[in-house]
């Protein structure tokens, strides 16, 4: 049944009341999740399917930003870039692909994979698995309770018999530069969703979206200049990502100035017009600013049961907010890996550990993720940056493994060394370092940079996660000529 402005209300296993003075309607459900992104989504399907009647707050686009703004286009726009890049490594193929990239071709192909900014996919699944779908902005207003405001000012208000799952994600930062709002610059939202190239981008940043953004743009045909305040790119992994990458997206005609700040920037006939504290003045049509996230969390009600707004939401391994016994917050909200794939994990661990509360158990045997613990966020964290070359690395870098207090040792290898590598690519550049745990003989991390690395690092991911013994990865046989035979290179390697 849809009833009210795009607010659609199942009666069958809710209860309703309507409060005489206001005419507010009240409706109870088991859980209430606030925001349906790809984590609100999950959650809501592990609540239910463990029976729990569940309602879903939106205020904007089923899918979050993942499907619309993030993950989907950016991938959707770096696939043909990569598989060009790929190709022009492979003698005998190199020449038929030395052209342009087929720029409008590559939009509409991103357009496509976001359903044109529909989210008529992903109502139809929620539905199916049986949640209910309020279309509005909704904010706490006081314990197990949120009050939805629909598009059209119709207010109800949604009460939780078990739980609140706050999953309301992050949006873009921006930086505190005098006169920034007027000159319209682009966010991820921007440089994911534009339908047209622009001929010079400017990119601040020097993290996964800049350098993604940076090296798609830079292929599709823009003139990119790289502004990056540190020492270089990707400094949440090891120095060498950074490193390498930046080589490449130089070599591929963009402009990469590391150390270097924005001190303003105007628009001026119709150009944006940067100034860096080096006094370089740099001309461009679009300029992007890839310079943080921030939590969705300034205007969700969360004064109404004592949390401050704006901020962060700290939980505890199985995603309940500290000080409380019924409020969750998973994904990025609460900044413990803005990634999806370990939003998604967060999801089925809170939504088992709801309904396991609510039946008064607290470990059924029958779930795969055990003790309701997100315990791979502290150690195991896999990441892809989706540049030329790739950038995958999962658990500690050598520097926080020591900052941990680990005794570690990094092997590194270029993949040279790997048969497999040169097959797939001539001249492949790219290197592997895994960081030894030399107490226990574990991998504390793997870092691997190359192309086509993206789809080997769960073969790391699992080392990592199942803490798999160093004489154990002997008898893990990678097959000849691929490239996992960096594996062997690293053991032998390790082993001296
Ligand atoms: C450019 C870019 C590329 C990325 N690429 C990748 C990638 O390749 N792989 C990867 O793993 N991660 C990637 N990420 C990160 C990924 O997008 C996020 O980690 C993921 O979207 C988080 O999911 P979420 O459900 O927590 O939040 P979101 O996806 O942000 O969803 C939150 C939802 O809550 C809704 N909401 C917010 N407030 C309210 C309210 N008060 N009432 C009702 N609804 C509300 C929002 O409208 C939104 O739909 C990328 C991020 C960016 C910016």
Redesign the pocket.
Known sequence: MVSGAHTRVATSHTTHQTDPMTETETIAYDVVV???????ENLADRTRAAGLTTAV?????I????SY???MP??ALLRPVIARADARRVPGLSQSVQGPLDAAAVLAHRNYYTSEWKDDGQVDWLESIGADIYR????LTGERTVTVTAPDGERRVLTARHAVAV????R?QLPDLPGLADIKPWT?RE??SAQSVPGRLVVVGGG??AT??ATAWQALGSKVTVLVRGKGLLNRMEPFAGELVAEALNEAGADVRTGTSVVSVSRENGSVVVVTDRGDRIEADEILFATG?AP?TD??GLDTVGLEPGGWLAVDDSLRVTGTDWLYA????NHRA????E?KYQARIAGAAIAARASGTTTPASEPWGAHAATADHAAVPQ?V?TDPEAAAVGLSLAEAEQAGHRVRAVDVEFSSVAGAGLYADGYRGRARMVVDLEEEILRGVTFVGPGVGELIHSATIAVAGQVPISRLWHAVPPYPTISEVWLRLLEAYRG
Not at 57 to 61: C, G, T
Not at 330 to 333: F, P, R, T
């Open positions: 606030l925001g349906a992104g790809p984590v609100g707050v939106e205020s904007e686009l899918g979050g930003e993942c703004w993030a993950c950016s991938k509005g902005h909704g904010r999953s309301t994600g992050s873009a991820s440089a994911t996964v979206v993604e953004m996230r969705r205007d969700i998973v994904g990025d909200v803005l990634l999806t794939h939003g892809v989706f």
